[in-house]
């Protein structure tokens, strides 16, 4: 698409120069002498013009009264005002408006090409991001929780009919593995926040301190180590979808910041002493049971409320096994297209063998399960004998014949048989919460109820250091 310029003006002379000028710099020029042609251009979508160079005054009205008009309907394009004689409340609407610049007249054609360009370049950068917004709307529609079974096709109706309402938070329930995250985009693609951010973020995978920092932001001198301001994840997420994966991980003392922020829809960065008004739309998710959390008492039950507003709890993939065939090519497909095979025949035998499975690692297992057998595909037929379903640590408990160790969900059996030595079963449990957690060691001592000190002293002593992820750092001690 050609770079299109929009010149209202109502001086033929200036009109005529400025669209001389612009054109002979490769711009796409149009032009308009009044607001009622420009209103027929601009509203009318008869123009999509990448930068609108408008004079303010004109005999039938305002520019800014059109600039406010293309707003309310989002439409793309920056707006350069120029104006003989504007003061101080106009220049303080046009900004408000989304103006880009506010020019006095005359102002030098130098100047007026270099501020054209910058506009240029900030349109360009909406267009794109337009784009990606259009695109993650297709990608992340309710059509792309896939399956046809009574279960999934109940879930999906839920899923569309809370994409319609504009909740101001929302739990998203379900075992590990169930597709949290990727119906927490659906919801804000499919939203009425779709054109804003989403920001993601695992609260199990940080530490507590610099949790507080990525969720809060902080100042600059605020601790050891913040040597330049930073936007918190709230901040990022304004007028957007902040998800919040694992909250259930979250410490008590954050949990309070938190509801804090989203009763009073303002926040203070850490250090800081202004207070910053954030709009955001919350999206929780937890494989743990939250309600039970807080009758404990390690989970707020304010703030569960305030969450709560909406909940939705995903089935397990066992709960939903006549998705398969739908799951699986829809999986093959993907990773034909990432590995350049060419996999296209599912062997019966195939589609048995899982429907047989547990599945304790669900949709994010079968993933797996499927790349792997992908990747080691010698030819179209799907291996069958690359599924190694059972083995490691996911083998369902009423499969297993042998007295070794094994994971059924979220429990751990050991054999008391004498066939395991104590130091056997205490590397077993730490290797099995590595491979939960993606070998983040925070996350591991998260799960394990002890320090990431004490983890890692095990790690070397047991030798998995191969299994450790070696960018997990420290926490950030506080001033």
């Known amino acids: ?47 999509e013009p990448l930068v609108i160079l408008a004079d303010m005054s004109l005999p039938d009205g305002n520019s800014l009264d059109l600039l406010e008009e293309a707003r309310k309907q989002k439409l793309p394009g920056e707006w350069i005002l120029l104006t003989g004689y504007g003061g101080v409340p106009d220049s303080v609407r046009a900004l408000r408006l989304g103006a880009y610049d506010f020019l006095e007249k005359p102002c030098p054609l130098a100047r007026l090409e270099i501020i054209v360009a910058g506009a240029r370049r900030s349109a360009l950068a909406q267009r794109r991001i337009a784009t990606e917004s259009r695109a993650s709307r297709k990608r992340y529609s309710p ?40 119906v927490a985009r659906i919801l804000h693609h499919g939203g009425p926040r779709a054109d804003g951010p989403m920001i993601e973020v695992n609260c199990a995978a940080l530490p507590r301190d610099l949790l507080e920092s990525e969720l809060f932001g902080h100042e600059a001198g605020a601790f050891t180590g913040a040597k330049g301001r930073h936007r918190g994840y709230l901040e990022q997420a304004h007028e957007g979808t902040l998800f919040l994966d694992e909250i259930a991980e ?42 039970e959390r807080v009758r404990a008492g390690s989970f707020r039950s304010d703030l569960y409320h305030r969450l709560s507003v909406f909940r939705l709890d ?80 996911a083998a369902p408990a009423q499969s297993r014949t042998d007295s070794g160790p094994f994971v059924d969900g979220n429990r751990i059996s050991i054999p008391l048989d004498g066939s395991m030595a104590l130091g056997d079963m205490d590397r077993y449990i730490i290797k099995t919460a590595l491979e939960r957690s993606h070998h983040n060691v925070t996350a591991a001592a998260r799960a394990l109820g002890t320090t990431r000190e004490t983890l890692r002293y095990r790690i070397q002593k047991y030798a998995l250091n191969a299994d450790v992820d070696h960018n997990d750092q420290p926490e950030t001690p506080a001033a």
Do not use: C
């Not at 569309?160 to 590990?176: K, Q, Y």
């Not at 949990?255 to 008004?277: A, H």
């Open 1 to 47: 698409m050609s770079d299109s310029l929009l010149i209202i003006e109502d001086e033929p002379a200036l009109a005529t120069e400025l669209a001389r000028h612009f054109r002979g710099k490769n711009w796409d020029v149009e032009r308009a002498g009044s607001i009622k042609a420009a209103r027929e251009a601009v509203l009318g979508h008869r123009l």
């Open 143 to 182: 059509e792309s929780y896939i399956g046809d079974s009574a279960t999934t096709e109940e879930t999906r109706r839920m899923i569309a009919r809370l994409a319609e309402v504009p909740f101001s938070a929302l739990i998203i329930g379900g075992e590990t593995g169930t597709g949290k995250g990727l």
């Open 250 to 291: 979250m410490d008590l003392d954050l949990q309070t910041k938190l509801l804090s922020v989203l009763e009073d829809r303002s926040l203070r960065r850490i250090g800081g002493e202004k207070s910053i008004d954030v709009d955001v739309q919350i999206i929780a998710a937890s494989n743990r049971n939250i309600e």
């Open 314 to 393: 995903l089935p397990p993939l066992r709960e939903r096994l006549d998705d398969l065939e739908q799951l699986v090519p829809a999986l093959i497909d993907e990773y034909n297209a990432r590995s350049g095979r060419q996999v296209q025949e599912v062997p019966a035998e195939v589609y048995r063998h899982m429907r047989g499975y547990s599945w304790p690692g669900n949709v994010r297992e079968l993933r797996n399960v499927i790349e792997r057998a992908v990747l080691l595909a010698r030819d179209e037929v799907f291996p069958i004998e690359w599924l190694q379903l059972g083995q490691g640590i």
